[in-house]
């Protein structure tokens, strides 16, 4: 399949980029900057865009199978998320090609409380609550949208590198939780997950999560 994505560079979007050319896909790595220096694994493409523009989103994905997106703001910055989500959005629209965007977990209900969000919890770290809330809006942007064929995937609560192994449960939009209340997943198996539900969609125009 070919695959091009948004984000490559960051720390899920380097490990789809991995995970994708692991399973033989032709990928494709876009970038705003190209005086930067991108450190890419062997065997992926480059080619300059910004997910805020649906123009450069239209370019780069003609002929392409599927998008991913896993763009993530600097501090301060989070309205971009939305920006670029329009801009995926608009670009895409009636293409027919598969838009899957890695988003954030805070819209995950947690179990037993009888609705309310990993966000609205008490004790939510502070520093990470602005793109939460970012996040949250760029779901309910992905469910507003009827032209797109979109699916957005909500990692666990803990969400850092680690180990592949392969074997986590999938859920929809409740937060998944060990045994011990922990919600987990490594950056590695959460982009297995990505490119699983790319070859075998699953969960079209919806979200689904993952975690151990």
Not at 83 to 90: D, E, I, K, Q, S
Not at 103 to 120: D, K, W, Y
Not at 157 to 172: K, Q
Request: hydrophobic fraction near 45%.
């Amino acid at each position: 399949m070919r695959i091009t994505v948004f984000g490559a560079t960051g720390n899920v979007g380097s490990r789809v980029v991995t995970e994708a050319l692991a399973r033989g896909h032709e990928v494709t790595a876009v970038v705003r900057d190209p005086a930067k220096p991108h450190v890419l694994p062997a065997g992926a493409g480059l080619v300059v865009g910004d997910a805020r523009d649906p123009e450069d989103v239209a370019r780069i994905s003609v002929g392409q199978d599927a998008v991913i997106t896993a763009t993530r703001p600097a501090p301060g910055s989070e309205p971009e998320l939305l920006t670029a989500t329009r801009g995926l959005l608009v670009g895409l629209a009636g293409t027919g090609v598969r838009l899957l965007a890695v988003g954030g977990a805070g819209s995950l209900v947690v179990p037993g409380t009888g609705g309310t969000t990993l966000v609205e919890s008490p004790g939510f770290p502070a520093g990470i609550r602005a793109i939460a809330l970012a996040c949250g809006e760029q779901l309910d942007l992905y469910r507003a949208d009827e032209k797109a064929d979109w699916t957005y995937l909500s990692p666990a609560a803990l969400l850092e590198p680690g180990a592949r192994t392969g074997r986590f449960r999938l859920g929809l939009d409740e937060l998944l939780v060990d045994a011990e209340g922990r919600s987990v997943i490594s950056m590695e198996d959460l982009a297995v997950a990505l490119l699983d539900e790319v070859e075998r969609p699953a969960h079209r125009r919806a979200r689904f999560t993952a975690a151990y």
